[in-house]
């Protein structure tokens, strides 16, 4: 089995630590969050004093991260994995990130002879911890078919889809969809409830047709028992969206357009930090055609 540092212990990263465990793999874990990281030293893994330290005890080292910023300093940064990694280790980054990032790390990796796959994750929670992730890879074909057998211990699929990035900007579409349909399924149980329909029921009627989604079937008996424990954070949500737009200004010279997602962030209270800052980054593209 293989020896794999692992860094980012939080809502996702901790599960999907445990189900390598449970695979059989050596693991070193490294983490701001004491926690959860004696929670996994419980569990049999070993504690890196640093990245740098995981690094350089790994061969394949994983990052589960917030955001771009954290995968930047983590990898890249003082005492990150680039100064304890071996040439020819492979990082495994599998935050939600920016997909120019995702390329920009694995360029000043590449220059010290490190491999990196982006791949990003999609399930929340609940299958992180039941190990049935779907599993969205960009990199190169050998490293991907290196690391399939530890995708299989945190997920139910995993997908090449094309060069470094490509994962992300995946997990990218992916969160699309998923914010439109988690919004459609609250607006539409609210709209029948309205209306004197028993919500239940419509969507007992529904979801065998066109509407039916696995988000339909996985969120809409959550929200007729009026569980909303959070397994995901709506910042964490919002910043993947910023993501979608920064990806898609920044691409302006193939997309020629920007998303409609772009017109309702810039009317949306909620993501008004996302679109100042998308408001900075297109200033050069205004006059671009689209």
């Known amino acids: ?3 794999i540092g692992f860094i980012g212990l939080g809502i996702m990263g901790l599960p999907m630590s445990k189900n390598l465990l449970k695979a059989g793999h050596k693991l070193i874990v490294c983490d701001l969050n004491k926690v959860a990281v004696e929670e996994l030293k419980q569990a049999g893994a070993e504690v890196g004093e640093s990245p740098r330290d995981v690094a350089s005890r790994a061969d394949i080292i994983i990052t589960m991260l917030p955001n771009s910023p954290q995968v930047k300093t983590v990898v890249l940064g003082k005492n990150g994995v680039i100064e304890g990694a071996k040439k020819g280790s492979i990082v495994v980054d599998m935050s939600s990130i920016a997909p120019l990032v995702s390329r920009e790390v694995s360029v000043a ?11 990003p994750v999609s399930g929340g929670q609940p299958k992180a911890i039941d190990g049935t992730l779907s599993i969205m890879v960009g990199g ?3 490293d991907f078919d290196e690391i399939v057998p530890i995708f299989k211990a945190m997920g139910s699929s995993a997908v090449l889809t094309g060069a470094i990035g490509a ?7 992916n969160q699309i969809i998923v914010a439109v349909n988690i919004a459609a399924v609250s607006e539409a149980l609210v709209m029948a409830t309205k209306a004197g329909v028993d919500p239940e029921l419509v969507f007992k009627a529904i ?3 066109l509407a039916g989604s696995t988000v339909l079937d996985a969120k809409a008996p959550l929200m007729l028992d009026r569980k909303f424990n959070p397994g995901f954070r709506i910042n964490l949500h919002i910043k ?3 993501n979608v737009l920064e990806t898609t200004i920044r691409s302006v010279s193939r ?10 962030c810039r009317r949306s209270r909620w993501t008004a930090w996302a679109s100042s800052t998308m408001e900075r980054l297109s200033g050069s593209t205004r006059s671009s055609p689209r």
């Not at 990796?109 to 791949?119: F, V």
């Not at 994962?167 to 579409?173: E, F, Q, S, W, Y």
């Open 140 to 142: 190169e074909q050998a």
């Open 1 to 3: 089995m293989s020896t």
């Open 167 to 173: 994962g992300n900007v995946t997990k990218l579409a």
């Open 255 to 264: 997309c020629h357009y920007l998303l409609p997602l772009w017109r309702y």
């Open 240 to 242: 993947d969206l910023a």
């Open 207 to 209: 979801r065998g047709g």
């Open 109 to 119: 990796l590449a220059e010290k002879g490190i491999r990196m796959l982006d791949a």
